[in-house]
């Protein structure tokens, strides 16, 4: 059932939506062949769109993101040294025991001066080698947007100034850019411009853009001849992926073109959360899909909050002990008004925020 059917309104991630009628159709009319072979059309197809939307010389396509960050650090680092990455990031926290147990590296975590934003200072500081040559850094990563940041955009200046320093102690830069064309779309910078700064990028095509599955790795040629033998060690050569690609390929076309719409909802939803719950959100601080909300000041813990937005058909994630939503394709500007709705319901059955002290 669709989310329109069922009443819903899932904020829990952009993830969650469901392919248009022009992708189940791509789909069931895709031209595939055994990607094991590298002979799929339609997966060698969206790899060169890939390639072409980034700038770069080559792109692998895979089942997830976290697979792409895993080939990558497996790639960059060789086991028993250091990546140095932000204390909140993805690839550093949500998938740390994963590069522990395929690449057995470790993580030197730096916390960002704001929204999970690292700078060049930061950078330099982290890759000051050590005198005794035991601890060595073979990798710097960044994320853009960044997640737990709250969505949060690095400008391109900042990327290219960070890159400047890795160049100066030869560490590679990677990218990951699980929702880089969020950040392109916020900044009117280009994918290429940014893609253009660091030696490997990913991006999710299941997030904001709309796909059902997959992730793009882009690199150099060689970078991703390396990701390509990776990718059947780990057991992801995954045969006539075309079906998956052929609805890829929609995503990486369409997708971007819609994004400006999700930030104005997430705007839209920050500023009436704000309104509900003063102090518990700063809309300015929403650049782009994601909106956290802090309600532990009203006094009720953010689970119930979850549990009873949930009552009201509104889903929400618990991360870091903040209520996250994020907007995408199947969000509506009607659909914030009824997670609204939900938000104002909830404040009052609680005895909480604004609402309840204007009776
Ligand atoms: C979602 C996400 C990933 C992982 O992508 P999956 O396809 O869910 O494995 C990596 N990094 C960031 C910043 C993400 O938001």
């Given at each position: 059932m669709s989310p329109a059917t069922t009443g819903i309104v899932d904020l829990r991630s952009d993830t969650v939506t469901r392919p248009t009628a022009a992708m189940r159709r791509a789909m069931a009319e895709a031209e595939v062949g055994d990607d094991w072979y590298g002979d799929d059309p339609t997966v060698n197809r969206l790899q060169d769109a890939a390639a072409e939307a980034t700038g770069r010389q080559a792109a692998i396509y895979l089942p997830t993101g976290t697979l792409c960050n895993q080939i990558a650090v497996h790639a960059f680092v060789r086991a028993g040294r250091f990546v140095v990455c932000e204390s909140t990031s993805h690839v550093g926290g949500t998938e740390a025991a994963s590069s522990a147990a395929l690449s057995g590296i470790a993580f030197h975590r730096v916390p960002g001066r704001s929204a999970g934003l690292l700078d060049a200072d930061q950078v330099a500081a982290a890759l000051v080698p050590d005198p005794y040559d035991v601890d060595v850094t073979d990798l710097v990563t960044l994320e853009n947007t960044h997640q737990r940041g709250g969505g949060s955009v690095m400008p391109v200046a900042s990327v290219a100034a960070i890159a400047a320093v890795c160049a100066g102690r030869k560490v590679p830069l990677y990218l990951d850019g699980a929702r880089i064309f969020n950040a392109a779309v916020a900044t009117g910078v280009t994918v290429t411009d940014y893609a253009a700064r660091v030696d490997a990028m990913m991006f999710c095509l299941s997030k904001g853009l709309g796909a059902p599955i997959g992730s793009l790795l882009v690199g150099d040629a060689e970078f991703i001849r390396e990701a390509r033998r990776l990718k059947v060690l780990y057991g992801?050569?995954?045969?006539?992926a075309g079906i998956m690609a052929a609805a890829g390929l929609i995503a990486l076309a369409e997708g971007p073109k819609r994004l400006h719409e999700d930030h104005a909802n997430a705007r839209r939803l920050a500023l009436g959360v704000a309104e509900i719950v003063p102090e518990a959100v700063d809309p300015a601080a929403t650049a782009t899909n994601i909106v956290f909300a802090d309600v532990t000041g009203t006094g009720h813990d953010v689970g119930e909050w979850r549990q009873r937005l949930a009552g009201h058909g509104v889903l929400v994630t618990m991360v870091a002990g903040r209520i996250r939503m994020l907007t995408h394709a199947d969000v509506t500007a009607a659909d914030v008004d009824t997670a609204l709705a939900a938000w104002r319901k909830v404040a009052a059955d609680l005895g909480a925020g604004a609402v309840s002290a204007a009776g």
């Open positions: 992801a050569a995954w045969r006539q």
